[in-house]
């Protein structure tokens, strides 16, 4: 039971380039979340996906796209990635209500 | 929409020094209330929740936070911190109605415990 992957843990990228976050729980959660975690601003929802199949926009949706791609996977996609985009991102998942498990983080860096 | 406040950005004590983190959310209602924990280099884990009942929360390593609705506050407290205490801890709210289960971060508490 591996609870909240990411990939990758590190990335730097040139602004203008695109990626995507790879995030993938095996716990049978309905609900995930993309977080980023920038210094003094705490952790600040992106995007979530409620269940299987829907997607909403969070607090700093702007530059990212999301994709809920089944039930285990939510992954990120930076079209056009800008310095401003430097950050720590946080995938987390639980089922509705419950304790929110989170994963490791990847650490990503646009020069 | 909701917010919430963390008072204190970066904390020094000495070990077996109290601990008191404040955390504020803006506004009443039916809350959930969480504080977390991020040790360096690792990933954040859930200290102590708040859903309802007794609003002395004990968490886990010693933690316990107090819900008063009145001040709407949830402060993080511990009697006699430890070298690895040392972390950052993030105090969050579900937001609106919680089908979502939408959580909404404080800014963050860097504690540095002095050994």
């Known amino acids: 039971n591996a609870g909240v992957t990411q990939t990758p843990k590190f990335q730097v990228l040139k602004t203008g380039q695109s990626m995507t976050l790879q995030c993938a729980q095996d716990?049978?959660?309905?609900?995930m979340y993309w977080y980023r975690q920038d210094p003094g601003m705490g952790l600040r929802l992106i995007y979530y996906s409620a269940s299987e199949g829907t997607t909403d926009k969070g607090e700093v949706p702007n530059g990212y796209n999301v994709s809920r791609l089944n039930k285990r996977e939510f992954s990120l996609r930076l079209e056009s990635a800008a310095p401003s985009q430097t950050s720590v991102y946080f995938c987390?998942?639980?089922?509705?209500?419950?304790?929110?498990?989170f994963g490791p983080g990847t650490r990503l860096t646009v020069l | 929409a909701q917010s919430v406040s963390q008072h204190n950005h970066h904390v020094i004590l000495s070990e077996a020094a109290s601990l008191e983190l404040g955390c504020n959310y803006s506004y009443g209602g039916t809350v959930n209330l969480f504080w977390y924990v991020q040790y360096p280099g690792q990933h954040l884990q859930l200290l102590l929740k708040?859903?309802?009942?007794?609003?002395l929360v004990k968490g886990i390593k010693g933690f316990e936070a107090e819900f008063i609705k009145s001040k709407f506050s949830f402060n993080l407290r511990k009697p006699s911190v430890q070298w690895s205490d040392t972390a950052e801890y993030f105090c969050a709210v579900v937001d609106g109605s919680g089908n979502t289960g939408k959580l909404i971060f404080g800014q963050g508490t860097t504690l540095q415990v002095k050994p």
């Open positions: 708040y859903f309802s009942g007794d609003p």
């Open positions: 716990m049978n959660h309905n609900s």
């Open positions: 987390a998942s639980n089922f509705l209500g419950g304790k929110k498990f």
